[in-house]
């Protein structure tokens, strides 16, 4: 009777472990969507904007400010005052999938693909401004205050680049059509001590500087960027 209850107990928890890797999965697999209803491409140019239109500015765009520490000037992400003002474009390059999906073996060959070029919620992600070399990064160099800089290296996922990953995520987890959120808190490092935050805006003389925040995130939807010779 004392074995079968061992049993029985070590089956509800392998149950539980079952689930929890099934919820992570379905995480992982949640795809992010742009403004015309399409999955979000590795590769493909989208603006950022601002989801709350009026007085809450626009897109996404390359400022400079003079560090503290330093009299030069660092390229600083910052959103345009103006709402009708998209700002420029980003590309996003998720962690390679063997980073983000361990049982790589089970998953299908045509899932993978998909999966390489697809940006999901909460995937580990590189964001660059197109024509930029530089990734977004948390800059830690301000004291208390940290701004995102493009002073990232591309790639490369570890300890020496943990300042490098965002995710992104939804600002209502219960509603897929609600806005998005970025949030620094990258999972490719689990010796690495991070403190989370999510993406919002500071305001300095005039300047909606984009920082990585306690509280106030920066609500957001994705805009594909058109080419001069597509259609609307």
């Known amino acids: 009777m004392k074995m079968q209850s061992i049993l029985v107990q070590l089956f509800f928890f392998a149950f539980l472990l079952r689930l929890q ?20 491409q590795q590769g493909t140019p989208y603006y950022i904007v601002s989801a709350v239109r009026g007085g809450h500015g626009g897109g996404l765009t390359v400022g400079t400010r003079e560090r503290s ?29 063997p980073s983000r999906v361990k049982s790589i073996a089970e998953t299908p060959s ?16 590189n964001i660059r401004f197109m024509e930029m070399p530089g990734v977004w990064q948390v ?32 600002v209502n987890a219960s509603d897929p059509a609600s806005a998005y959120r970025i949030r620094y808190c ?17 305001k300095e003389e005039g300047t909606r500087w984009l920082s990585v925040l306690t509280r106030g995130e920066f609500p957001f939807v994705f805009v594909k960027a058109r080419s001069n010779n597509e259609a609307d």
């Open 21 to 40: 890797a099934i919820a992570q999965t379905h995480n992982l697999c949640e795809v992010v969507f742009d403004t015309d209803g399409n999955e979000l």
């Open 69 to 97: 520490s330093s009299t030069t000037n660092t390229p600083t992400v910052k959103q345009h005052s103006y709402n009708m003002n998209f700002g420029s474009p980003v590309l996003f390059t998720p962690v390679p999938l």
């Open 110 to 125: 045509t899932q993978i693909r998909s999966e390489e070029i697809t940006i999901h919620v909460s995937t580990d992600v």
């Open 139 to 170: 800059d830690a160099a301000s004291g208390r205050e940290r701004y995102v800089t493009l002073e990232g290296k591309s790639g490369h996922p570890g300890k020496s680049t943990v300042k490098n990953w965002f995710k992104i995520l939804l």
């Open 186 to 202: 990258p999972g490719l490092c689990e010796s690495c001590h991070v403190t989370c935050g999510d993406v919002g805006i500071r």
